[in-house]
């Protein structure tokens, strides 16, 4: 399939970006399990550190297509791909500007190496282009942002910060994991690299662990440079996996942002909520940038319990829904962020982002609403009950 053709989103997923079963002529890809390839009278030396095995190279055209990128690789995790990519751009001397509100994997490896390797960095707390060009220096090489940011839903506007970096020669980096490429196309928006942990929307099964980069052909080969010495390359069974879960994305996606939107209305009015974290709720101080930015609001969302209600016992009295590290998998998952996703940030720099000990991340999945409700509400009944009746 020609990919400069205009082809549509679920067109894309399904088609574009696999490899022809020219043998058997099978309706899948077929999977070349071989790390070793021919060096001899070949146009390609093929290596699978070098991210170009048959697989890898085709499911690359498939996420580049999505993002509407030039080029991708793929990583064996989504920190993979973060922490590939921001060496590639930073070296001893360099400064970052990043917003405060992150995935706590991707603060910790900044709070954790960048020091050791002599790279500058700031935090933004305003999430404006005059918060983040107060923090720029001569020396600020990239700005890194997030949003949704994870798990307190933040929205920054894309096309400001890209605007801004622009003027100051400056790379832009987004983690676009909690959009997806179904809500939200950055470079479309001027950013220059995205990134995404796989492992969630991508991979959408709780199955794989896998990261992802889209960029132009020359940041790209950037990164490549530091990939193929960071060994960081997904076995080519994940990528075939990979390939396979995301011929679902679209309608996986968008089901989810029906239930996410549906869920967050509901819990928005429920007696026993006391907050809910989602940029499609009016009520969100971000929503008007969301709305501007975004295709839909996702699949995500946080919520705290009116006072008095413990969230772990709640989190165990869920028929349903599951108590889950990770996210955006068909099924509904939850939990508590100071636990688990921002665990190894100290309880200060928590604090400094607003997230609370009570604080609950919601991934919605696709299943009935009514089912959903049903379960958050039985949930609450039962933690209500006095400890003696219990």
């Given amino acids: 399939m020609d990919s400069k053709k205009k ?25 070349y399990m071989s790390t070793s390839y021919a060096f ?12 170009n095995t048959p ?53 910790n490896l900044v709070n954790e190496e960048f020091d ?43 096309e400001q910060i890209a605007t801004l970096a622009k003027q100051n020669n400056i790379i832009t980096m987004i983690d676009n994991t909690f959009a997806s490429p179904v809500n939200q196309n950055p470079i479309e928006l001027g950013i220059d690299i995205v990134i995404h942990s796989a492992t969630k929307y991508l991979g959408g099964h709780s199955d794989i662990l896998a990261g992802a980069v889209i960029a132009s052909e020359k ?5 490549f440079q530091v990939a193929k010495n960071f060994g960081g390359s997904l076995s080519d069974f994940t990528v075939w996996m990979l390939e396979r ?16 939107l549906k869920l967050a209305k509901w819990l928005n009015t429920h007696k026993d909520i006391a907050m809910v974290y989602y940029p499609g709720l009016k009520s969100h101080p971000d929503h008007e940038i969301a709305k501007k930015q975004m295709k839909g609001y996702g699949g995500m969302l946080s919520f705290e319990l009116k006072e008095g209600l413990d969230a772990n016992m709640f989190q165990k009295e869920l028929k349903l829904i599951k108590s889950s590290m990770s996210l955006a998998g068909v099924e509904s998952t939850i939990l508590s962020p100071t636990l688990t996703s921002h665990a190894l940030l100290s309880e200060e720099e928590r604090d400094l982002q607003g997230i609370k000990p009570g604080l609950l991340r919601f991934s919605v999945g696709i299943e009935e609403k009514e089912d959903l409700m049903n379960d958050i509400e039985q949930a609450l009944e039962k933690i209500k009950i006095p400890e003696l009746e219990h």
Avoid: W
């Fill in 219 to 223: 940041n790209s080969n950037q990164i």
């Fill in 40 to 51: 001899e009278g070949v146009d390609k030396k093929r290596y699978p550190r070098y991210f």
């Fill in 245 to 260: 879960s995301i011929k679902t994305l679209g309608i996986r996606v968008k089901q989810q942002n029906k239930n996410a």
């Fill in 7 to 31: 082809i549509g989103f679920n067109t894309i997923c399904t088609h574009l970006g696999e490899v022809k079963d020219e043998q058997f002529k099978g309706a899948v890809s077929p999977l």
């Fill in 55 to 107: 697989n890898q190279e085709a499911l690359c055209k498939k996420i580049a297509a999505l993002e509407k990128g030039g080029s991708a690789l793929i990583f064996g995790s989504g920190m993979a791909a973060i922490s590939t990519s921001l060496f590639a751009f930073l070296q001893k001397g360099d400064h970052i500007v990043l917003q405060r509100t992150l995935y706590g994997g991707t603060a």
């Fill in 116 to 158: 050791k390797h002599g790279i500058d960095f700031s935090y933004v707390d305003e999430q404006t282009s005059k918060g983040f060009e107060d923090k720029i220096k001569p020396t600020t090489k990239v700005i890194y942002i997030e949003t949704p940011s994870n798990p307190l839903m933040t929205i920054t506007d894309i």
